[in-house]
């Protein structure tokens, strides 16, 4: 058989529809989940957050965070949250949001011990957030599970 361009241009938009066929059928098919539900209503108010973030500046480093076999432990200063006071701990999967896991604990003797086993295997982002004299605070750090 004999090939020509009449026959080289169908073979060319046959395989051109295929491969189109195959990326609609593989974009339909990821995952668009946004960030979080509510977008806009955090977008719109996001100055009030701006104001938190620069108030919480002289605590980014005094808060840690590390890992052991078992357990991730969070170590606070001492004085940084008030008796009766609680604090929420994020974590925060990019990937999967079903995967993410929200604490609260209440004011007791540092360090906070989370189980692994809560947590999958991969990167995290963390937030924590805490509220002292009707301040609000707020500290994202990053760790690898």
Wanted: charged fraction near 20%; avoid cysteine.
């Amino acid at each position: 058989m004999k090939l020509n361009w009449g026959k080289s241009l169908i073979i060319f938009f046959i395989l051109f529809f295929i491969w189109v066929l195959f990326f609609v059928f593989f974009a339909m098919r990821q995952n668009i989940d946004l960030v979080s539900d509510d977008y806009y209503q955090k977008g719109a108010s996001y100055t009030g957050q701006i104001n938190i973030n620069k108030r919480s500046v002289p605590f980014q480093d005094s808060i840690q965070i590390s890992t052991t076999d078992e357990q991730v432990r969070l170590v606070l200063p001492p004085g940084l949250v008030s008796a009766g006071d609680s604090i929420q701990v994020y974590f925060f999967r990019s990937s999967d949001k079903t995967k993410d896991l929200r604490l609260s604990f209440r004011k007791a003797d540092s360090p906070f011990l989370i189980e692994k086993s809560q947590l999958v295997h991969g990167r995290y982002q963390v937030f924590i957030t805490w509220s002292t004299n009707k301040e609000n605070y707020s500290i994202t750090k990053v760790v690898d599970i």
